[in-house]
């Protein structure tokens, strides 16, 4: 705590889930995530930890499966690609509520797609990714020093409530530098209480089933409908979302992640030209910040969404705002780089059609 | 303040590993500073750039698409890098290496023949110091000092002639009008 | 009267649904058997499969974790890496390691995991219904190779024992069989050593068991013996694959 040091974001994503607790950590490798097992070969070996560099995405979530059965804090992480076979394990560990933690620094897709950061695995993570009714709690950091801090958020909050947590960042978050300071004392994981469920030395107690299924009758609606309960505190309680200038913004940018980034320079533009225009950034992805999103339609006359995908956050925005003003999109996707010129050209262009009178037609 | 540099080269002449240092000795320097590189496939042809931002506020985008300074140290980089430049913006060539001139009027130009001043002091390695020395004198976003300071955190196993060296070519650099 | 046998402590009370003249059975007993003897039950985690031994998380009396169709090795892995104490095992079928799995097993062997994997090998896929297995024989009939296995059409049986032999990580290898009461006992001293080299911490060790399926062949249970004694045996036949030990010596 409290030295600033300058790092790449791979690098302090690594570093803040080991300082968090994290004593495991299986991964493949896979640009632009690669400096993270890297990161973790000798770092979890120096706090006494386990590093495996598995055969493939599959084995490394289900020996995160085994890990985190046992109640200890464990981490995987990939990109896109990798996530997406990753997305077996992670939809076993919501069945079985176990609390992983993993992150997806983002790549241009479908398919191999490219190395650039991008933003189009929203649907995948916010939708909870593999199969069967499910939810993961979803961060997207957008500076080094939230990729080094928010790990210890995701365990507190997947272990609280028993789900999967990830972080969402991307190849540039991945791969920028920036100064960081770690803002938790480093967590000594024998400090923490095992949980009543981990798997382990059984003598002298009942036994312990880590399992995803239930055949019997109407039994796995009744444990799904428990855990749909906890989701729903989660969206009660956990949403967050950070606002720039929005008290009197004509116009909202809603953006996360680098995109958010980027969206403060043209937001920084538009104020210089005189421009009210203002920032909403989900922190949360799962939850969405609906309630504060909402809050913000009430006073501004339009919302612009900002996303390097084809459009994919833009319908929770449009859910929160349920039609109460216009919604636009400004998209670059497949790991184009998104700039603040261009952004701040949108803003121009809404503003100018607006001030003419003009419908503002959505998308 | 505020500069937001895209340095440009081969791989091998320190192009990453500039971005890095100029990054440090803002950070250094309490400035707020991002460093973001060319990477993976797009480094496997032998070239390699980096955006850094140094500035009084927060950083916003990490990548520099319109950069108020362009460091480049090879021919190619040129032409890719010079029409990028803000207008009224600094290009800061490396004249050992290139021999095009800019195409363009509304920006200012310094020549820096860095392999000659890394050469003349012995080590061919130090060349892109000579190029950050005019960097921080032309915009004076950075000291000498701050730089030279940032030296041994980035180039941790450098013995210390080796770091004065440096300092050397930084100072060079920056004597360049 | 005097109780000449009982249940083992490390398999619980639950009914088990197995077909009759299943082999699952009598290797759930041995297993158990081997870990009371040993004297792990505290500390025994065992993985169950997908397939038809999916619910042996409810028969065996020890903490345990059913996972994804395969992954057993790796779910091993994850517990003994956290749970060094533990003695870990991956109760799997055939389909299921040597299928969709093979990657996790041949891995897990290669980096010398200290688990034990308990192979049933019965030649067909039993939960989904007889299905064409990686150890179906040529010529043998399933639903998905109604006209019997052709090599042209479906490749070769894999031989499991043989090709993790060709592992150093690999420490303890033998295949045995189920389907006379001789080879049972047999079965049960492959399984006590493959534990025992585990307890040894000495790497990897696997057991792969010859099982009968008289359901999904679909034939009787006595045909079935037969079918191992005539048909498998001579495709996958018995023995020590490997065994640090007898090496040392």
Redesign the interface.
């Known amino acids: 705590m409290g030295e600033?040091l300058?790092m790449k974001g791979n690098e302090a994503l690594a570093e803040g889930a080991v300082r968090a607790g994290c004593r495991f950590f299986a991964g493949y490798p896979i640009?632009?995530q690669n400096e993270v097992p890297e990161y973790m070969s000798w770092r979890l070996s120096e706090a006494g930890g386990t590093f495996i560099q598995a055969e493939s995405e599959v084995a490394a979530i289900n020996m995160l499966y085994g890990a985190a059965a046992t109640g200890t804090r464990t981490m995987t992480s990939s990109s896109s690609p990798g996530i997406s076979l990753k997305q077996e394990g992670v939809s076993y560990c919501a069945g079985a509520d176990l609390p992983i933690f993993f992150a997806n620094v983002v790549r241009g897709g479908p398919g191999l797609g490219?190395?650039s950061g991008s933003q189009g695995d929203y649907f995948q993570s916010t939708r909870g990714g593999g199969h069967g009714d499910y939810r993961v709690f979803v961060m997207a950091p957008n500076s080094v020093e939230e990729m080094g801090n928010f790990p210890l958020k995701c365990y507190e909050t997947a272990e609280k409530y028993r789900v999967p947590a990830m972080i969402l960042a991307d190849?540039?978050l991945g791969?920028?530098?920036?100064?960081i300071e770690f803002k938790f004392e480093a967590i000594d994981p024998k400090q923490l209480k095992a949980p009543d469920w981990a798997l382990g030395v059984n003598e002298g107690r009942p036994k312990r089933i880590v399992r995803s299924y239930d055949l019997r009758e109407g039994a796995l609606e009744h444990l799904t409908l428990s855990r749909a309960k906890r989701y729903k505190e989660i969206e009660d309680k956990e949403a967050l979302c950070e606002e720039k200038m929005t008290e009197d913004a004509d116009l909202i940018l809603v953006a996360y992640g680098?995109a958010s980034?980027?969206c403060?320079?043209a937001l920084?533009m538009a104020r210089e030209s005189g421009l009210k225009v203002g920032l909403a950034r989900p922190i949360t992805l799962w939850p969405f910040p609906k309630k504060k999103l909402s809050e913000l339609s009430a006073r501004a006359k339009s919302l612009l969404v900002v996303e390097m995908s084809l459009g994919q956050m833009i319908e929770d925005v449009k859910l929160a705002v349920e039609c109460r003003l216009s919604v636009h999109l400004h998209a670059r996707c497949s790991g184009a780089?998104?700039?603040?010129?261009e952004v701040f050209q949108a803003v121009q262009g809404l503003l100018k059609k607006s001030k003419k009178g003009e419908a503002l037609c959505s998308r | 303040m505020h500069q937001g540099v895209r340095i440009s080269g081969f791989g091998g002449q320190g192009i990453i590993s500039s971005g890095?240092l100029l990054?440090?000795s803002g950070?250094l320097d309490g400035k707020?500073?991002?460093?973001?590189?060319s990477?993976?496939?797009?480094m496997r042809g032998g070239t390699a750039n980096c955006s850094v931002v140094i500035s009084s506020e927060?950083?916003?985008?990490?990548?520099v698409?319109?950069p108020d300074t362009v460091i480049v140290m090879n021919e190619p980089s040129l032409a890719k890098f010079e029409p990028l430049l803000k207008p009224g913006g600094l290009l800061i060539i490396n004249s050992s290496l290139v021999n095009t001139k800019p195409k363009r009027t509304d920006i200012r130009t310094v020549c820096v023949p860095c392999n000659k001043i890394a050469e003349e002091l012995g080590s061919a390695k130090i060349a892109n110091m000579a190029a950050l020395g005019a960097f921080a004198a032309q915009t004076q976003a950075l000291s000498i000092e701050a730089i030279a300071k940032a030296l041994p955190k980035v180039f941790k196993r450098a013995k210390p002639e080796i770091l004065e060296l440096n300092v050397k070519a930084l100072k060079r650099g920056a004597e360049i009008n | 009267m005097q109780q000449v046998n009982k249940k083992p402590k490390s398999l619980t009370e639950a009914r088990m649904h197995y077909c009759p003249g299943c082999g699952h059975g009598i290797a759930h007993r041995l297993v158990a058997e081997c870990i009371d003897e040993l004297g792990v039950q505290g500390r025994a985690v065992g993985v169950a499969p997908v397939g038809c031994s999916v619910f042996a998380d409810d028969y065996f009396n020890c903490d345990m974790i059913q996972g994804p169709h395969g992954r057993g090795p790796a779910i091993a892995t994850g517990i003994k890496r956290c749970r060094p104490q533990c003695v870990v095992f991956s109760y799997q079928g055939d389909g299921d390691l040597a299928s969709i799995g093979m990657a996790e097993t041949i891995h897990s062997a290669a980096r010398s995991e200290n688990i034990t994997l308990v192979f049933i090998n019965n030649s067909i896929y039993g939960m989904t219904g007889g299905q064409m297995a990686p150890t179906t024989l040529l010529g043998q009939k399933s639903t998905t190779s109604p006209k019997g296995r052709d090599a042209a059409v479906n490749g070769y049986p894999i031989r499991v024992c043989e090709l993790l032999s060709q592992l150093e990580g690999a420490r303890y290898l033998e295949r045995t069989s189920v389907h006379s009461a001789a080879h049972v006992i047999k079965t049960k001293k492959a399984l006590k050593k493959a534990f025992q080299c585990q307890l040894d911490n000495k790497g990897f060790s696997m057991v792969e068991v010859l099982s009968m399926c008289p359901t999904n062949l679909g034939i009787t249970p006595k045909e079935c013996v037969k079918f191992i004694a005539e048909k498998m045996l001579p495709q996958y036949p018995l023995g020590v694959y490997k065994d640090l030990d007898a090496k040392k010596g």
């Open positions: 600033k300058l640009t632009p490219n190395i190849g540039i791969q920028m530098m920036e100064p680098t980034r980027v403060q320079a920084k780089v998104l700039t603040g010129e | 890095i990054a440090y950070m707020h500073v991002s460093f973001f590189p990477y993976g496939a797009e927060d950083v916003t985008s990490p990548i698409s319109e």
